[in-house]
């Protein structure tokens, strides 16, 4: 069975940083890309940054490019979001995603909530 | 930028009605879209992925159909749980992912 479990959300002030991981179990990591995703308070679903399975090649939304990096631990089956120059626009749910060999995200972690206010 | 428009952006029925969900794209993605539902608190699932196809576990009233531009999810026979937000995705420019602003199936 596939399962992603993000951790790693909180309460961080503006311009701060955090750290999100996202610990994966029931596929072969190493063979997907995976996939950032998030969700401001009420609002719909935006991607954030994917990673190739060998996490050689990173890609981001404009919103978020130079500020957040995506990287991943095949060793341990986890990815990570670091997340720099925090906003109060980055409040949001963070979930991961894996992609599909169809090219849709198959599976989503629950996802962690990031809250950046004074 | 391909951007996606959902249509409508609320619909009203009842159970085991039947509810046609449109999203409509800027340009071609060919059938590169997908569909998900999010239920309140949860995360989205995967329901359709190529326009069409059913993800593993989605029940066969779940039904995506269109390409290139038009694009049209329809659930046949409503069930309390598929009261939800609905999300298309295309991946034209993949690994990006651009997201429709969501068609809320709200019970009537």
């Known amino acids: 069975e596939v399962q992603l479990l993000e951790s790693g959300g909180g309460l961080v002030q503006p311009g701060g940083s955090l750290r999100l991981s996202c610990a994966a179990s029931?596929?072969?990591?190493?063979?997907?890309?995976m996939n950032w995703v998030r969700q401001a308070p009420g609002k719909g679903l935006e991607w954030v940054s994917g990673?190739?399975?060998?996490?050689?090649?990173?890609y981001y939304a404009d919103s978020v490019k130079g500020r957040f990096t995506i990287s991943r631990d095949n060793s341990n089956n986890t990815l990570y979001l670091q997340m720099n120059s925090l906003r109060a626009e980055d409040t949001a749910v963070y979930y991961c995603?894996?992609?599909?060999?169809?090219?849709?995200?198959?599976?989503w972690g629950q996802g962690t909530m990031v809250t950046v206010s004074s | 930028e391909i951007v996606l428009t959902q249509s409508p952006a609320t619909l009203s029925l009842s159970p085991g009605d039947r509810a046609t969900l449109s999203c409509r794209a800027s340009?071609?993605?060919?059938?590169?879209l997908a569909w998900y539902r999010q239920r309140p608190g949860q995360a989205p699932r995967l329901l359709i992925s190529?326009?069409?196809s059913r993800a593993t576990g989605i029940p066969p009233r779940f039904s995506g159909s269109g390409s290139g531009t038009d694009f049209s999810l329809t659930i046949s026979g409503l069930e309390p749980e598929d009261f939800a937000v609905y999300y298309c995705?295309?991946?034209?420019?993949?690994?990006?992912?651009?997201f429709g602003q969501g068609t809320k199936l709200e019970i009537k």
């Open positions: 340009q071609s993605v060919g059938s590169s």
């Open positions: 990673l190739s399975g060998g996490g050689g090649v990173t």
């Open positions: 995603a894996k992609d599909s060999p169809h090219g849709a995200f198959d599976f």
């Open positions: 029931g596929f072969t990591f190493t063979n997907y890309v």
């Open positions: 190529d326009a069409s």
């Open positions: 995705q295309h991946r034209r420019n993949w690994p990006r992912g651009t």
